[in-house]
T-cell receptor, first 114, second 112 residues
Framework: DSGVTQTPKHLITATGQRVTLRCSPR?????VYWYQQSLDQGLQFLIQ???????AKGNILERFSAQQFPDLHSELNLSSLELGDSALYFC?????????????FGSGTRLTVV | QQQVKQSPQSLIVQKGGISIINCAYE??????FPWYQQFPGKGPALLIA?????SEKKEGRFTISFNKSAKQFSLHIMDSQPGDSATYFC???????????FGPGTRLSVLP
């Protein structure tokens, strides 16, 4: 168990709609990272929040936005959805373990846009 | 420059064999190189990581080899097992604690 919780696990919605993905980071971790995983693009960094503030931005579309709340959970909002937005969306916390420093990922939300 | 290239795209190995996955980068500011293992339906999990001042790191059957001058690093899985069948991602972090850039992944199948 990574300690990172994502809901929902699956989401099916129509083009043009808006969805919200939720992430609870590992207990005590102030950072949340959002990644998109699609078959043709691999793992793409979207955005990072640290203690409620946006820290870094990657290849995130203007139709997408995120926020981190005082209780440190984060939400990724995807609007005006297109077929190409279908992907796995992961959030992650930072981790230091015997393997080294890196991220621990949640199980992801699989978004299907129809 | 922010890309990490990874090969092969897929790999089939017999049980007991050695699996080798290679990655290459251009950005000399990258300062940390982890590998992740992802099983279907799960998020990637940190497997092993190396700093560029180390040429090799071993964790059980998993070894990272790092060639700083060639800007290449590789993952070796010794005595590969069917349970190792997964997708493997190399990654690199920009200096100053920037976020990780991931390679496109290698799908490994270990035949029993």
């Amino acid at each position: 168990d990574s300690g990172v919780t994502q809901t929902p696990k699956h989401l099916i919605t129509a083009t043009g709609q808006r969805v919200t993905l939720r992430c609870s980071p590992r207990s005590g971790d102030l950072s949340v990272y959002w990644y998109q995983q699609s078959l043709d693009q691999g793992l793409q960094f979207l955005i990072q929040y640290y203690n409620g503030e946006e820290r870094a931005k990657g290849n995130i579309l203007e139709r997408f936005s995120a926020q981190q709340f005082p209780d440190l959970h984060s939400e990724l909002n995807l609007s005006s959805l297109e077929l190409g937005d279908s992907a796995l969306y992961f959030c992650a916390s930072s981790v230091v373990s015997g393997q080294g420093y890196g991220y621990t990922f949640g199980s992801g939300t699989r978004l299907t846009v129809v | 420059q922010q890309q990490v290239k990874q090969s092969p795209q897929s790999l089939i190995v017999q049980k007991g064999g050695i699996s080798i996955i290679n990655c290459a980068y251009e950005n000399t500011a990258f300062d940390y190189f982890p590998w992740y293992q992802q099983f279907p339906g799960k998020g990637p999990a940190l497997l092993i990581a190396i700093r560029p001042d180390v040429s090799e790191k071993k964790e059980g059957r998993f070894t990272i080899s790092f060639n700083k001058s060639a800007k290449q690093f590789s993952l070796h899985i010794m005595d590969s097992q069917p349970g190792d069948s997964a997708t493997y991602f190399c990654a690199a972090r920009g200096s100053g604690g920037q976020n990780f850039v991931f390679g496109p992944g290698t799908r490994l199948s270990v035949l029993p």
